[in-house]
């Protein structure tokens, strides 16, 4: 049904108001549609103390009153606030979209601008490591100092004991030795009929650098030479540790007729019967 | 104009000033951050960078200064043009490293692109220190990555004492095995993509 002429339509144009309900337009109403802001106002009379009205325009109409306006729509009616000043709304609506928009605009290229000149000066001032120093090594890195027996010398092993408490007889070798690496060697031998069986080598770079002290004995395992050899070697290595010197010797004594080994004071002794022998390392 | 009306529009035009402050604050601070994010990025990709030793080094250790790092420790070492061998001998225990440059078209590049390291006639005295050993090698691409660090130290303590393994960690390739023949361990460790 069309509103007749002078009627107030909803601002969408799609219910016109009789003054006590709302009617759906069927045919366009003549002119543009109304507008937010653009309401058409009540007609004369139609304030709150017209008699016929139970709520004021456009203030929404009575439920009942309203069922042609929800059907259209399956929601009830939008409450339709007073209309403003004509052409106050649609600008305030517009500005803050357009302050959205400048403001996202504005973040992204700071951002952006902001990415792009800080990778430019990183790339631009940043040069690549290219001689680093070498990490520091770990505290049981195996290291030159560990060559060496410590603390002892060729004179303590030949010539203090072998040569001067025992007379034995020792001789250089200019030949490395392929094991230990030594750059020379000693080897030292009874001055009577045993040095055929019994016999100490001594590999080293340097009188003070020893690298391995090792005696053999052909006199039979368990023999009492070959177990007083040892314990005297033992004894000799371990010497400049009066505590330890003891606990050397009688491990070498008690462990000289099998195989066995044992650290002490930096030394490593290691006894072997195929040959019947016993070897002096430093321990790592 | 109403007294009303006039205070309205000065607030509103005062209002948008505010606004506008505000947001060139917020803008402010995200291009600083933005850009502090991004130097740091890129920063770090061009100290990282291998492009002087074709891609395929241990970044940023010239072969000569691990060279001498070891030198330093007692250990011997020779030049032989592809590689640098290195070695310590500790009783029957020998400790050998080699040390092979990166190849270039006609010649080598001064970085390490492969390395070597075993310990031959190692025994149950020497685990300790043959954990060392191999670690320091290991971890030289890793050295400034706390985690990676541990992460190979955990294989190797594993490995050194089992049958050996092969690994990847970070575009580096470790195989660690056990030769019967010559009572040896070894690990090789080389660049992989």
């Avoid at chain 1, 030159?144 to 004179?155: E, H, I, S």
């Avoid at chain 1, 033992?234 to 540790?241: E, M, N, R, V």
């Avoid at chain 2, 303590?157 to 009572?183: H, M």
């Amino acid at each position: 049904m069309a509103a007749p002429p002078g009627w107030p339509y909803s601002p969408d144009g799609r219910f016109w108001w009789d003054g006590t309900a709302w009617h759906p337009v069927q045919a366009p109403p003549p002119g543009p549609p109304a507008q937010p802001g653009l309401t058409v106002p009540p007609p004369p009379g139609f304030d709150a103390g017209h008699p016929s009205v139970s709520s004021p325009w456009p203030r929404t109409p009575p439920p009942q009153r309203a069922e042609p306006y929800a059907a259209g729509q399956q929601t009830p009616p939008p409450a339709y606030g007073p209309p403003g000043p004509p052409g106050l709304n649609p600008p305030r609506r517009r500005g803050t979209a357009v302050f959205a928009l400048v403001t996202a605009g504005t973040l992204i290229a700071a951002l952006a601008l902001g990415g792009i000149a800080g990778a430019a000066v990183g790339l631009a001032t940043t040069e690549p490591v290219t001689d680093d120093r070498a990490p520091s090594f770990p505290g049981r890195f195996p290291s030159g100092k560990q060559r060496y027996l410590p603390k002892v010398t060729v004179n303590m092993v030949a010539v203090n004991w072998l040569q001067a408490a025992n007379a034995w007889r020792c001789a250089k070798s200019a030949a490395p030795d392929p094991v230990t690496g030594a750059t020379m060697g000693m080897i030292c031998r009874p001055g009577d009929a045993a040095r055929l069986h019994m016999s100490v080598y001594i590999w080293y770079d340097e009188p003070d650098k020893v690298l391995s002290v090792k005696a053999r004995c052909d006199l039979g395992v368990g023999s009492k030479a070959c177990t007083s050899l040892f314990g005297m070697m033992a004894d000799t290595l371990l010497s400049p540790d009066r505590t330890l010197r003891e606990r050397a010797e009688g491990w070498a004594k008690k462990n000289a007729g099998k195989e066995a080994m044992t650290s002490l004071g930096g030394i490593r002794l290691q006894t072997a019967l195929h040959p019947h022998s016993m070897e002096a390392v430093p321990a790592i | 104009m109403p007294y009303s009306v006039f205070v309205t529009v000065e607030l509103t035009q005062s209002g948008r000033g505010s606004r506008r402050v505000v947001v060139g604050v917020i803008g402010l601070v995200l291009f600083l951050l933005a850009g502090v994010g991004a130097y740091a990025v890129a920063s770090g990709y061009r100290e990282q960078d291998t492009k002087y030793c074709g891609h395929d080094c241990i970044p940023g250790l010239k072969i000569g200064t691990v060279v001498e790092a070891l030198q330093g420790q007692g250990h011997a070492c020779a030049d032989k043009r592809q590689f640098w061998s290195c070695q310590l001998r500790i009783g029957k225990v020998r400790f050998e490293a080699d040390l092979f440059r990166v190849p270039d078209v006609a010649d080598f590049y001064e970085y390490i692109g492969k390395v070597e390291a075993r310990i031959v006639n190692p025994d149950s005295t020497t685990a300790a220190a043959g954990l060392d050993y191999m670690s320091w090698f290991a971890t030289l691409p890793h050295r400034d990555d706390p985690s990676t660090v541990k992460k190979l130290g955990g294989w190797l303590a594993e490995q050194i004492t089992g049958d050996g393994d092969v690994t990847f960690v970070l575009d580096w390739e470790y195989a660690l095995e056990r030769k019967a023949n010559t009572r040896s361990v070894e690990l090789t460790m080389k660049r992989r993509y």
